[in-house]
């Protein structure tokens, strides 16, 4: 495993200390309902969804006779699928992430596996007619591990444009890419003989993938990433390990990394509590966070926006179900989504005690300016907006996946 070099600055602190100043609405503000517009059929396992428009693409994996397919698929704002194109390297493949470049391409991440063919065996049947004692050579596939990082570039009506492959030649799970006019970033976990590591890898738009940047050894996992304006990125996920000298704080850190486009670490900053396992999950391109922290018995949906050096400006937590997801709304307006289940200052219309799917609008400050729920969503699968649609929301409930939107302005 490879150690890093180069480390500008090495930040640690803990939000525990910061303060916490998004628990209320700026006035009371009644928690309205927002719109089932689509059950998505069962035989899909939904991992994300992206909107641009009045378009929203889904993506997840679908089972095939040898093994399994990434799929993407463009729903409207009427719920009809436009169209549906499955995507596959090998037998299995997972589709985890997605990005839309300014062409309006959409980049589907994912990681796939592809068959071992065992040496030919010579056989021979007994139960059979075979007069001149002809031997038969069987070819036998075995599924390999899911090794391969892989791109797909889809268009928006829903042609394959092009697909980028890099084997890890182990185990690997990506977490999240982004996309940019000079090129691609993809980051996730892999496998080690001692656990699992953070890695970040960039990719040219010709298709040439950069040296590996792994992160960690035992216990890191990079879950997602946000474009700086500079060009570099910010990825971010949870490690129990010594990262760049910076040593763990809680039970288990939530992680930010800020590194260049070839996979130099600028700076690390770990988010903490104490005796609390944090995670960070979801990241925009504003760098606001949104993860959870673990404390007991205690769950709570967390989110924090940051400014360009890692230093936050606000943070807030709530009691919940589930990790907060989130989404960039406009340059002065956040919005994340989480199974909430304790009443929130300042709003009404809603009974949180048994965990209501809620959608939260923050202005610049932190302080809330809307709310909405999402009836039956139990776990939050994606959460983004478009002008057209609003914010979108994707989850699963007793009645399989649904999707659900409302208009905010």
């Known amino acids: 495993?490879?150690?890093?070099?180069?480390?500008?600055?090495?930040?640690?602190?803990?939000?525990?200390?910061?303060?916490?100043?998004?628990?209320?609405?700026?006035?009371?503000?009644?928690?309205?309902?927002?719109?089932?517009?689509?059950?998505?059929?069962?035989?899909?396992?939904?991992?994300?969804?992206?909107?641009?428009?009045?378009?929203?693409?889904?993506?997840?994996?679908?089972?095939?006779?040898?093994?399994?397919?990434?799929?993407?698929?463009?729903?409207?704002?009427?719920?009809?699928?436009?169209?549906?194109?499955?995507?596959?390297?090998?037998?299995?493949?997972?589709?985890?992430?997605?990005?839309?470049?300014?062409?309006?391409?959409?980049?589907?991440?994912?990681?796939?596996?592809?068959?071992?063919?065992?040496?030919?065996?010579?056989?021979?049947?007994?139960?059979?007619?075979?007069?001149?004692?002809?031997?038969?050579?069987?070819?036998?596939?075995?599924?390999?591990?899911?090794?391969?990082?892989?791109?797909?570039?889809?268009?928006?009506?829903?042609?394959?444009?092009?697909?980028?492959?890099?084997?890890?030649?182990?185990?690997?799970?990506?977490?999240?890419?982004?996309?940019?006019?000079?090129?691609?970033?993809?980051?996730?976990?892999?496998?080690?003989?001692?656990?699992?590591?953070?890695?970040?890898?960039?990719?040219?738009?010709?298709?040439?993938?950069?040296?590996?940047?792994?992160?960690?050894?035992?216990?890191?996992?990079i879950n997602a990433i946000a474009k700086k304006t500079d060009g570099s990125y910010v990825i971010v996920g949870a490690s129990s390990e010594t990262i760049s000298g910076k040593t763990l704080n809680g039970s288990r850190d939530g992680l930010i990394i800020s590194i260049t486009a070839k996979g130099k670490i600028t700076s690390v900053v770990r988010s903490s509590n104490q005796g609390a396992f944090r995670n960070w999950l979801s990241a925009s391109n504003s760098i606001f966070l949104g993860g959870e922290s673990l404390t007991g018995k205690k769950r709570e949906a967390v989110m924090t926006t940051f400014n360009a050096k890692i230093v936050p400006t606000w943070t807030t937590r709530f009691l919940a179900k589930s990790p907060a997801l989130i989404t960039d709304i406009s340059p002065t307006s956040r919005g994340a989504f989480f199974i909430s289940t304790s009443a929130i200052p300042g709003l009404t219309g809603w009974k949180a005690s048994k965990g209501v799917g809620l959608a939260l609008i923050f202005g610049a400050n932190g302080l809330i300016t809307g709310a909405y729920s999402a009836t039956g969503v139990a776990n939050p699968i994606a959460f983004t907006y478009s002008k057209e649609l609003g914010l979108v929301v994707v989850g699963s409930g007793p009645k399989g996946v649904s999707v659900f939107h409302v208009l905010t302005r």
Not at 164 to 176: A, I, K, T
């Open 1 to 221: 495993m490879r150690k890093f070099v180069g480390v500008i600055s090495l930040i640690s602190i803990s939000l525990l200390g910061f303060s916490t100043i998004s628990q209320a609405a700026t006035k009371v503000i009644t928690v309205k309902p927002m719109s089932a517009i689509a059950t998505l059929p069962s035989n899909q396992s939904i991992t994300g969804a992206v909107s641009q428009g009045k378009t929203i693409y889904v993506y997840g994996t679908i089972p095939t006779e040898a093994g399994a397919d990434a799929f993407l698929s463009a729903i409207d704002e009427s719920g009809v699928t436009r169209w549906l194109l499955p995507v596959h390297e090998g037998e299995f493949n997972i589709a985890s992430s997605a990005a839309i470049d300014t062409l309006g391409n959409i980049y589907l991440f994912g990681a796939s596996s592809n068959p071992t063919i065992i040496p030919p065996t010579q056989v021979t049947s007994s139960s059979v007619l075979n007069p001149d004692s002809v031997t038969v050579d069987v070819e036998v596939p075995q599924r390999n591990d899911i090794s391969e990082i892989v791109v797909w570039k889809i268009s928006p009506d829903g042609q394959l444009l092009s697909t980028l492959v890099n084997d890890m030649n182990v185990p690997v799970l990506v977490g999240s890419g982004a996309v940019s006019p000079t090129g691609i970033a993809v980051v996730g976990s892999v496998q080690t003989t001692t656990g699992k590591a953070g890695f970040f890898t960039s990719v040219s738009l010709d298709g040439v993938f950069s040296k590996v940047q792994y992160i960690g050894k035992s216990d890191t996992e």
